[in-house]
């Protein structure tokens, strides 16, 4: 594939924005004699690690009206992502480009709309636009609906469909793990293996500790889990599966979790498990009213 077609100079740029080595990305950016389908690609994936990041503004005001489709594609996503007053603007925009049968079909359209409509929870209509495939980050996004439709039939065959593309691909593994972990039972040791094996050839990230992280909590290991968790709260303090995963770690290993459910409430009002808590909370305050 891209050996036939000459050197992947994005491989390494990809390879920290999947791994969330989001800033790493940024840094390394600067990539000289890349075609111009190649620099579109290296802007985007640039500008997701920015949003990545929470810099959803500087997004916004640096991609303007000329840029390319695709960078307009991840335009959107940062406006869906900044206010929660956006969204329906956001959406009926993204509606309009994908009805448009002249940008409609770009494969970041598509998946930039799914991961819109994945936030929405609006499985059937993310994959609408994804189920098609036609990129390694399209079926990775694929997997990732499925898993949370509880469809992890669906989900194996995406992944074997990457696997049959590259089984290498750093994609393909995190798929895998992903996989892994939602049908846990004997499986959560191979997840471990595949975010062992990735700490092992990249730098650590918040990503890779969290994935060791969560395997960790899944088998029991929860004094393990918190140390890998606050090892990831100090490469970055606010994000948010972080802040989740140590909420759940501390109540495991018997410490309080308050700061870290507060710092979530304040970080990621939107966060699934802000949310819950929230419903938790009205449903417990309802019940207290009926008694009294």
């Known amino acids: 594939m891209a050996s036939m077609a000459g050197p992947d100079h994005l491989f390494n740029l990809r390879n920290h924005f999947y791994l969330g080595a989001y800033q790493a990305a940024i840094n390394n950016s600067e990539i000289p004699n890349l075609s111009q389908e ?4 290296r802007d985007c994936l640039v ?11 500087l997004v916004i005001s640096e991609i303007d009206e000329a840029a390319a489709t695709p960078l307009q594609a991840v335009k959107l996503l940062a406006m869906y992502l900044s206010s929660p007053e956006n969204k329906e603007s956001t959406i009926s925009s993204l509606k309009e480009w994908l009805a ?3 940008v409609g079909n770009n494969a970041t359209i598509r998946l930039i709309a799914g991961t819109i409509f994945m936030h929405e929870e609006d499985y059937n209509e993310a994959l609408k ?8 980050d399209l079926h990775a996004l694929n997997v990732q609906i499925f898993i949370k439709m509880h469809r992890s039939d669906y989900a194996e065959k995406q992944l074997r469909v990457m696997q049959q593309i590259d089984e290498d691909h750093t994609l393909t593994q995190l798929a895998s793990a992903w996989l892994n972990l939602a049908v846990g ?7 471990y293996l595949i975010f062992q094996d990735f700490s092992e050839k990249y730098p650590m990230t918040s990503l890779i500790l969290n994935g060791k992280a969560v395997c960790c909590m899944h088998m029991g290991n929860f004094e393990e889990a918190e140390t890998l968790l606050l090892e990831a709260l100090n490469k970055d303090a606010k994000d948010p599966e972080t802040l989740a995963n140590l909420v759940v770690c501390s109540l495991h290993v018997g410490k309080s979790s308050s700061r870290y459910l507060n710092q979530l409430k304040l970080s990621h009002p939107e966060h699934v498990l802000v949310k819950r808590g929230a419903s938790a909370e009205d449903n417990f305050e309802r019940a207290l009213q009926s008694f009294a």
């Open 129 to 136: 636009h994804t189920h098609s495939g036609g990129t390694m």
């Open 38 to 41: 190649d620099i579109v690609e």
């Open 47 to 57: 500008h997701r690690a920015y949003i990545a990041l929470g810099s959803y503004q």
């Open 185 to 191: 039972g004997s499986k959560i040791q191979e997840a």
């Open 100 to 102: 448009d049968p002249t």
